[in-house]
């Protein structure tokens, strides 16, 4: 960049300014926006990681049992901890695949969800939770998923990778309960592609 921008300016024409400016503005053709690189396997460090217990446990009411309520709101309850357990349940380990478009998550158990990176909403059937509104997008330096369950609650997943490269933070957040909740997640880079 630099050299272009020298010998740009050393022309000494009136076109230098506009084949700087173009040149500064253009980048390379056909290429996407930079986001880090997050492709490769993660595996859980769970002396880091905040328990998935703790954030199911956070949303009962005090003294309430686990189950339902009385007055409707414990359906809804049961169906974000039901979608709670059903993401983390790939979550000990996973690998990363990305093409230009999409997104590829794949657990240990050889489950794999692919995910649209267009930011568009789509329709997914999921078992236990019928119909679950999904977009996946990066956010600047970070992934974000967004499921909305039936019910309106809604389950925000962020992916960040760590300055060098060695560990993925994920946070999860769910609302639509009676308070926000927040789940953190580390994951150490495994042995492909790190």
């Known amino acids: ?78 169906r974000m901890q039901i979608g709670v357990a059903l993401l983390l349940q790939n979550s000990v380990a996973f690998k990363v695949e990305e093409t230009d478009s999409t997104l590829n998550l794949t657990g240990a158990e050889g489950i794999s969800r692919t995910f649209h990176l267009d930011g568009k909403e789509r329709e997914r ?36 990778l760590a300055p060098d490269g060695r560990q993925l933070y994920v946070k999860m957040k769910v609302s639509g309960g009676a308070r926000g909740l927040e789940l953190r997640r580390v994951y150490d880079a495994g042995h492909e592609g790190h």
């Open 125 to 160: 059937r999921i078992e236990g939770l019928g119909t679950v509104l999904v977009k996946a997008r990066w956010r600047g330096d970070k992934l974000v998923i967004e499921r909305t369950l039936q019910g309106g609650a809604k389950i925000t997943e962020e992916f960040e």
């Open 1 to 78: 960049m630099r050299s272009t921008l020298k010998a740009c300016l050393s022309v000494g024409s009136l076109m230098a300014p506009i084949v700087v400016f173009a040149s500064c503005t253009a980048g390379s053709p056909g290429t996407a926006p930079q986001h880090p690189d997050i492709t490769g396997t993660w595996v859980v460090n769970l002396e880091l990681s905040d328990k998935p217990g703790d954030l199911i446990e956070r949303e009962r009411p005090q003294g309430a049992p686990g189950g339902r309520e009385e007055g409707g709101g414990g359906e809804r309850r049961e």
